[in-house]
């Protein structure tokens, strides 16, 4: 059985097999991170999506407040227009009262007489 030579590039957590025609070019970072530096980022990155969510969420809250003035001023000016309809109706037919047949044919009094007991 043949053993393989080990080179010189082996890393010391893993074993890498390089062949022909291939890059053997590693590059490790300088940072590194712990483990109390990790908690503490993804910490923060959760603390940063809550925010989002709330803000998100306070949005549309005050979209629903504007949304309720919105129907208050709908159902107010409903009411209005339901007593302008009612006015309407009710000068329409003081109008038609005067041009009907029979109002045409009363006379105007002109002179009131006064009886004295």
Sequence with gaps: MRVKKQTKYVSRRTKRNYTRNQNALIYQSAFKLGPVTSVIIIGMIIMLFGLIYLVQASKTTSFDYQIDEIDQQINQ?????????????????????????????????????????
């Design 77 to 117: 000016l409903s009411v209005k227009k339901a007593n302008l309809e009612i006015e309407k109706a009710r000068l329409q037919s003081l109008a038609t009262v005067n041009q009907s047949p029979v109002a045409v044919n009363l006379d105007n009094q002109n002179d009131a007489t006064y009886i004295n007991n």
